[in-house]
């Protein structure tokens, strides 16, 4: 029982640092498939209104959100290229939600930093409270329900957004054909 105690832990502490940010590699991507649901909160948008993470999410079967907060995301400077050709190399759409107090300063970053993502603003900091990341940014591909599909950490150019592409492709291979 203890042995079967200590794996259970063990297992649950890798789900924990892959769904949460963690540097820890995807070597199974399809281990960490239909794990957590993304809270349904509220966010703003660009134009100033106000819209439901849930809402956004449940008009196409798969969604890449990318979590971060701007005030400690030196990395998004780097995989923000990656963001941008996610959609236009799998037809994903792709989101920024981002944790800060004022909408204003986060346009302001982001035209500064050249992140062209569509971008929402989780003023109240409740969604990134409910999924307790560890580390940011995150990219977290989930489906029309809201579970995560596949949670993938921070990717430092050159070989590991190769490796990105790769687990990418593994983990949507594994969600359209399910019995392969």
Same mark, same amino acid.
């Given at each position: ?15 924990? #640092? %892959? ?8 070597? *199974? /991507? +399809?281990?960490?498939?239909?794990? &957590?649901? $993304? ?51 799998? #037809? %994903? ?8 107090? *004022? /909408? +204003?300063?986060?346009?302001?970053? &982001?035209? $500064? ?68």
């Amino acid at each position: 029982i203890a042995v079967l105690l200590c794996l259970n832990v063990a297992l649950l502490a890798k789900i924990r #640092g %892959i769904t949460g940010g963690s540097d820890v590699h995807l070597n *199974s /991507p +399809d281990l960490f498939m239909h794990r &957590t649901q $993304i809270p349904s909160g509220d966010m703003m948008g660009r134009d100033g209104a106000m819209g439901n993470l849930g809402e956004l999410i449940r008009h196409r079967p798969l969604t890449m959100l990318i979590f971060f907060s701007p005030n400690d995301c030196p990395t998004c400077f780097s995989e923000k290229t990656l963001w941008a050709r996610i959609y236009p190399e799998s #037809g %994903i759409p792709v989101y920024g939600i981002a944790s800060h107090s *004022s /909408p +204003d300063e986060l346009w302001r970053w &982001t035209e $500064i930093t050249g992140i062209t993502v569509p971008m929402y603003v989780d003023t109240s900091y409740r969604i990134n409270a409910a999924m307790a990341f560890e580390r940011t940014p995150l990219k977290v591909l989930v489906d029309s329900t809201g579970y995560v599909i596949w949670a993938d950490p921070f990717r430092d150019i050159g070989k590991e957004t190769d490796q990105f592409w790769s687990d990418f492709a593994y983990v949507l291979d594994k969600e359209r054909n399910p019995s392969r």
